[in-house]
């Protein structure tokens, strides 16, 4: 069986990265993967969630620029996918160009993320260059052509794809810069290391946060991550996503998470699962 | 005396919006302002800081698509801004173009955030068309010139500054939209209904956040919000931005800002400010 695996694309694309390496480590258990590219992270939720892929891989954390919150409010929106593994990779943004010198460089094109990861950077070498946000880091490479004014930020493996000169490489402010992904389908997951939920408090009153909280701490749960969302509803009215080091088969867990539904308005339990790392750490 | 007011430009943006508002406030207290467009958010709020301004008007957090995040990591680095006051300003998206009716329009161009808020909409109206990121709301408006096949979405403000047609208005898919603004400068904040601190935690152990907690809802004191952003050290390492109803000044608040010392690396309080709501809420 091949596993159609949906990410967002096109080819070059970090998300891809990710999207191989899942697939690499299904070939090492004798199973074929097929890539499948969507043109949005919402969308490539939506493909795993309505079966026209089997899995989808989107990036959850950036270790410099924090949450994706599009794949966050996508997951709490469609209440079907469960997370089967993560992928932890390592970012290394290059400056990709068919300029000779920098100073040849009077615009830069990339995604958002990585124009914000590389702040430092290009403020101190291309101070006065235009940057111009694009929706995916290799959406940029359409806009080098032959111009040799024009730059984009995007992954090595992306200069291979689309046959472009690297100028400079690692361009990235902080060396220490990884994505977490996360690898989710249809199916139940199959337990691991970590935990992820996601919950709305009954009312906005001193502590309503703090009952939740409580609930892993007095069994000595560790929360690795917490992140708060807008509900939509109104300015300040919240959803907390939760990541926990410990299985939800667990006998603490399951009776944490048992009485975590007497202080939630709504729980949404994403599955437990093992984190893959790729690349230093 | 006239107060300099730095704010995102050019002028249509949002940001001008609050700064205007900002502005009003203190037209109605006998002073004048002078709006200082600048070209991103951190340096908006640098000029406050460097004192090429006197205060600065930054967004914090929409109640759709959350924080700025931009916001937060500048001012725990800059380290010096006191919040003066807050604003809250309703948001409505119009469709502005020079075509007669939506199925002439092949391209949307507009700011990641304001894309994102129209996002159903766009998916329901306009299903095919390209979404082009830019960014600010009003840098899209130079796309349009006479091209009836391109569209941008931004303020009823902006189509009136930039002589541009509405085609629809409202076109956000949340009717309640609000941004809240802070007012920054290097001046020690007045004090009011609100505080804002931001710390980080030593350990990543359990209950690690837990404290920090329990020391403001052990003295009834409530959290409007907490929100993690990345230490930018390593992946999993956070900081933890949090608005108190209370301010500063009252002992209770005091006493557990002495005994948040206690659970927190690094704590920095931002100050204590009102909320001053424009348009209905």
Redesign the interface.
Known sequence: MVVSVAHLGPPGTYAEAAALAYVNWLNQRGQQGLLCPCPSI?QTLRAAAQGQADVAVVPV??????SV??TLDTLWQLDKLQIQQAH?LPISHALLSRAETLEEIKTVYSH?QAL?QC?GWLERFLPSVQ?????ATTEALKYLGEDKTAAAIASSRAAQLYHLPILVCPIND?P?N?T?FWVLSLQPSGGGSHTSLAFSVPA????A??KP??V??SR???????????T???????LFFTDLEADAREASVQSALKELTAYTETLKIFGSYSIVSIGKL
């Open positions: 919402a954390e950036n270790s410099v620029e924090g919150t599009t932890v958002p914000a702040q940057l111009v946000p694009m929706n902080y220490d990884y977490r906005n009153v001193p502590g946060l703090v909280l409580e892993f701490a000595g749960i560790n929360l690795s991550r917490i992140e708060s969302r807008p939509k509803r109104s300015l300040g009215d919240y």
